[in-house]
């Protein structure tokens, strides 16, 4: 275990997943990551009824888990770009499999 994961108190498998996907916004934050980098502002527009500080937060937490990388692009006006790291990547076949289960009838039963 790095020392990243146990600064944020990620002990077992299963904490860190629900640490990611816990929250509004992060499954979409990552799901549009998966296509390629992003940037703050192209998320604020995919995502216009999060509020600019739930994806502040929503992103910074996806850093700390090391599902994200940050990246300041120095150009004039700077800009902010997030890709996925290589843990990140690694969530892409599950994200796969949960997209093939087709949950949306089981959803409508409730």
């Known amino acids: 275990m790095t ?21 509004k916004w992060k499954p979409c934050i990552f799901r549009y990551a998966t296509q390629g980098p992003v940037r703050f ?19 910074r937490e996806l850093e700390e888990c090391n599902i994200l990388e940050r990246r300041v692009i120095k150009l004039k006006p700077l800009h902010v770009e997030y890709t996925l790291s290589e843990l990140g990547e690694e969530f892409i076949p599950i994200f796969k499999a949960v997209d093939e289960l087709n949950l949306l009838p089981v959803m409508q039963r409730k």
């Open 41 to 59: 502002s192209q998320i604020i527009k995919l995502l216009p009824e999060a509020t600019r500080q739930s994806l502040t937060n929503a992103l």
């Open 3 to 23: 020392t990243k994961e146990n600064e944020v108190g990620l002990y077992c498998p299963k904490e860190f997943l629900l640490k990611m996907l816990t929250g």
